[in-house]
């Protein structure tokens, strides 16, 4: 098992940046894909940035795409979303969620593809 937390959300105005964490504990020896996502009111849950467990693959949605830059610290078990030139669409409560990676050094973009969730953070942006 796996426990993910999630922390650096907050209100920030257009324009701006935030840096969202993605803390893993439990079975953290084992190596691991981790996503973002994110869910807005009213709306579906949706993609937001991947990582493989080496963070030698990568891959955003277009949304998000030259603005946000996802990363990781193996030796933290701790994956890292930089959100910068932030818009009040990007308003939405941010998951990450984890996949056991088996020896396959790739990223995954949908959301059954991921095992283990953690609570949320929400991120606000005012206009």
């Known amino acids: 098992q796996v426990q993910l937390v999630e922390s650096g959300g907050g209100l920030v105005q257009t324009g701006g940046s935030l840096r969202l964490s993605c803390a893993a504990s439990?079975?953290?020896?084992?190596?691991?894909?981790v996503g973002w996502f994110r869910q807005a009111p009213g709306k579906e849950r949706e993609f937001v940035a991947a990582i493989s467990w080496s963070g030698r693959w990568i891959y955003y949605a277009d949304s998000v795409k030259g603005r946000f830059t996802i990363s990781r610290d193996n030796a933290k078990n701790t994956v890292y979303l930089q959100m910068n030139s932030l818009k009040p669409e990007d308003t939405a409560v941010y998951y990450c969620?984890?996949?056991?990676?088996?020896?396959?050094?790739?990223?995954?973009?949908?959301?059954?593809?991921?095992?283990?969730w953690g609570q949320g953070t929400q991120v606000t942006v005012s206009s």
């Open positions: 439990g079975r953290t020896s084992s190596s691991y894909a």
């Open positions: 969620a984890a996949r056991l990676s088996n020896g396959s050094d790739t990223y995954y973009i949908t959301e059954r593809d991921y095992d283990y």
